[in-house]
């Protein structure tokens, strides 16, 4: 196989993990547009919570339309949309600006992770799916790990606005990058025929457009399981990514400094995991195991694995909780490299893949949705306590656990139905 095939991937990990800078870096400049414009914490979370409904919502038909223009076109314009919706977020002069921009931001990341699930189909067999699925999939951790330093410091010496355009114009350029180099195997130059022929039999789905037609889709159990699943794991992976910071200043007592360097701890743990679930899925599936059984062992694995998060209620002090809490986000970044790995696996056809993977990426993304809204309710109800929302975040890892064991059957290309 072309070493080019890491190249490409490794491309659009970078473009995920610019994907989740421009996402944070609401978060992350809240207190200094709060004070700018008088805004108080309610209408602060209906701007912070705008993106979910266009990112949830739009996964549907970019997922479609990756299918119909492949991943170069798809993922550049993506790009293209989001970073300009960041850089004139810096322009914004009030709330209503501020949600409409994120809203509109939505709509562009929404063809991240689907163009991630073609670029896997694109270039890489079977056997190396989960591993390619980690290694995209890593790019959300690893935004997410650099945006609170870079955010912090770009606010901090030229304020708030200049962070939007500075992190916006990282995917201008990266977009430049990619239409020079990203291309289909079937176009790429330095994909030999003999290469070719081999992935085009290794990729493990008919080459032929099987018809399934897209509204078909939701019909299949197998679609169902993905869906469900991945929403149990999305409600924890959201905790993390909204409320995870006010837990440890809330109930834990940390200080912004010990928020920028211990409350990183379980982020960092999880980029490593992702990777290592990847290698551990294909590695499997590459020693003989059925492809059903080697998915099904990572994602029930990892799911019951994560579990624990609802131990670090319970955890006597604050390093114990944070072992808790790496352990569970680790467990989770391990499961997401199959997760992402099962769009490719199921796909009647390569025309399915994005769609496939848009429609368990819109799911999945209604938990962020359920996520911060569930738990603010919660503290309101309980005067400030996680307790709740920790134990049921617990209950919602064992339910994916069951969904991906129980739900999903036989992991192998859906079948037209007559």
Partial sequence: MSRIRWTMIFMGCAANA????????????????????????????VVLGAFFW????????????????????????????????????????????????????????AGAYPSGAKINMDWFPARERALCASIFDSGS????????????????????????????????????FWIIMYRRPEEHPKVSREELAELQVQRGVPTSEAKVPWSSLFGYRNIWGMMIGFFCLNFVIYFFITWFPTYLIQA????????????????????PCGWLGGFASDALYRRGWSLTAARKTCLV????????????????????????????????????????????DVAPSPAHVASI??????????????????????????????????????????????????????????KARA
């Fill in 18 to 45: 610019i994907n989740y800078i421009d996402r944070a870096n609401l978060a992350v400049a809240a207190t200094a547009i709060r004070a700018e414009f008088g805004i108080g914490p309610a209408v602060m979370g």
């Fill in 54 to 109: 266009t990112y949830a919502v739009m996964q549907l038909p970019f997922g479609w339309f990756i299918d119909r223009v492949g991943a170069r076109i798809a993922l550049a314009l993506a790009v293209m949309w989001w970073s300009i919706s960041t850089i004139l977020t810096g322009l914004a002069r009030g709330v209503g600006t501020l949600i409409g921009l994120r809203l509109l931001l939505g709509v562009g990341e």
């Fill in 141 to 176: 951790r690893i935004g997410n790990a650099l945006s609170l330093p870079l955010v912090t410091w770009l606010i901090f010496n030229w304020g708030w606005r200049t962070s939007f355009v500075v992190t916006g114009a990282l995917g201008i350029v990266w977009t430049v």
């Fill in 252 to 271: 834990r007592g940390f200080s912004l400094a010990q928020l920028g360097t211990l409350g990183l701890l379980p982020g960092l743990v999880s980029i």
């Fill in 301 to 344: 694995g990892g799911m019951l694995t994560s579990s624990v998060i609802t131990l670090s209620v319970f955890a006597p002090n604050v390093y114990v909780a944070l072992a808790f809490f790496a352990i569970a986000y680790g467990a989770l970044a391990f499961t997401a490299a199959s997760i992402w790995a099962l769009p490719g």
């Fill in 357 to 414: 993977g848009g429609i368990q990426n819109f799911a999945a993304n209604i938990a962020g949705i359920v996520t911060t809204s569930f738990t603010g309710v919660m503290l309101a109800i309980t005067g400030g306590s996680f307790v709740v929302p920790l134990i049921t975040a617990g209950g919602i890892c064992l339910l994916g656990a069951v969904v991906y064991m129980f739900v999903i059957t036989e992991i192998e290309p859906l």
